[in-house]
């Protein structure tokens, strides 16, 4: 389990001890004096006018990181980064996500963003997202660029797909008999009734109401032993 927090001044030694490890897992070296520096200044270099996300795990410990800052005329990703034991659990894809709704929540049109070529995992989870592989940055010491052009049809379509996500884990209960209430002489309610659950499949699935007039033998058996139960109160 993880959560997503903004950075703040509480979490610096984390920062840097975390892109310590990260840096020598991709076989860098952190330089926190010189190209690095942006590390120590988080607040001017990306709190200022852009903003810049963490990864905390249940020790809250660091697992991931990802920031977004103006460029020219552009806003460019930077520092998304996971630990290698974290990857293929969703981290980077959470990061991004909350990256791309504050950039859809402030108006951004035009997103870029660097990476390694050996970086799979980022180059897969980019194109995931509808980044295209665009022109080299000529300051950027990365491979490859990524562009992300975010009009009204992007919006609509990553809404969308972010209310499916929500909505993967749900569960539809589908009575299969009539829901009559069944009230005993003890203080509680509950609707008899046989239910199946299925998970939803579409943002357009609807709750089911299919019913019959006579229940089931299986759920009369079912009914019948709540009554022993209620009985053994007696």
Same mark, same amino acid.
């Given at each position: 389990m993880y959560r997503i927090e903004i950075y703040n001044e509480n979490l610096y030694v984390k920062i840097i001890s975390f892109f310590k490890t990260v840096f020598k897992e991709n076989g860098?070296?952190?330089?926190?004096?010189?190209?690095?520096?942006?590390?120590?200044?988080?607040?001017?270099?990306?709190?200022?006018?852009?903003?810049?996300?963490c990864a905390i795990d249940e020790k809250n410990r660091i697992i991931g990181t990802v920031a977004i800052r103006p460029l020219d005329d552009f806003f460019e990703i930077r520092r998304f980064f996971v630990l290698k034991k974290e990857k293929s659990k969703g981290v980077g894809q959470k990061l991004l996500t909350q990256a791309l709704e504050y950039a859809i929540d402030n108006g951004i049109a035009l997103i870029k963003a660097g990476a390694m070529e050996d970086g799979h995992e980022v180059h897969h989870i980019f194109e995931k997202f509808g980044f295209v592989v665009t022109k080299k940055d000529s300051n950027s010491s990365a491979d490859i660029f990524y562009k992300l052009v975010i009009d009204s049809n992007y919006i609509y379509n990553f809404q969308l797909t972010k209310l499916q996500n929500a909505f993967e884990q749900s569960l539809i209960l589908?009575?299969?008999?009539?829901?009559?209430?069944?009230?005993?002489?003890?203080?509680?309610? &509950? /609707? =008899?009734?046989?239910?199946?659950?299925?998970?939803f499949k579409d943002v357009n699935d609807k709750v089911i109401f299919a019913g019959r007039?006579?229940?089931?033998? &299986? /759920? =009369?058996?079912?009914?019948?032993?709540?009554?022993k139960r209620l009985n053994a109160y007696d």
């Open positions: 860098r070296k952190l330089d926190i004096a010189k190209k690095d520096i942006d590390l120590t200044q988080i607040p001017t270099s990306y709190l200022s006018k852009g903003n810049f996300w589908n009575p299969t008999e009539n829901i009559p209430m069944y009230t005993p002489k003890y203080n509680f309610d &509950f /609707f =008899e009734g046989l239910y199946v659950s299925e998970r007039n006579n229940y089931i033998k &299986f /759920f =009369e058996s079912i009914k019948q032993e709540w009554k």
